[in-house]
């Protein structure tokens, strides 16, 4: 199989992952998930939502979400930090392009690709990825 056919394969299926892992959430509003892979492996993982030790409640009674809810990406970032292992040359699966804060936070860690499902409302995080060199992968279409 030629190289960029399989590359090809595996984002689909690792997004598609990650649009699972999605569905941990306890967010109303939206549902994200994320995947570090490097080297064809998992390294680490996150979805939307509160810090640890919170409730897993996103969203005020207003409907609105609330300050404090961590972003998928930055749950995966943070998690790898915590362990022994690196995110330096890795790609990141995740369902929503990231905002700008995250991708501050992937720049950061060494992350070499994006891949993601869906547009964020804002483009300024893709924006700031690209300018960094980070490589970035919009897939509309997963089957």
């Not at 996150?46 to 030790?53: I, K, V």
């Not at 804060?101 to 804002?122: A, D, M, W």
Request: aromatic letters at 6%; one cysteine or more; hydrophobic letters at 35%.
């Amino acid at each position: 199989m030629e190289q960029n056919t399989k590359r090809a394969l595996l984002d689909r299926r690792y997004l598609r992952m990650a649009l699972i892992w999605a569905e941990n959430s306890y967010c109303k509003r939206r549902q994200v998930g994320a995947l570090l892979v490097r080297d064809g492996t998992i390294i680490s993982d996150g979805f939307n939502g509160t810090p640890a030790g919170f409730e897993n409640v996103c969203e005020d009674t207003g409907g609105s979400t609330k300050p404090y809810v961590l972003h998928a990406e930055a749950n995966a970032i943070t998690k790898i930090a915590r362990s022994n292992n690196s995110s330096e040359g890795s790609t990141l699966y995740v369902t929503a392009s990231p905002c700008l804060e995250c991708s501050k936070l992937i720049i950061q860690s060494g992350i070499r690709r994006v891949v993601f499902h869906e547009l964020y409302r804002l483009a300024d995080g893709l924006e700031l990825l690209e300018r960094a060199g980070v490589e970035c992968v919009h897939i509309e279409h997963l089957d």
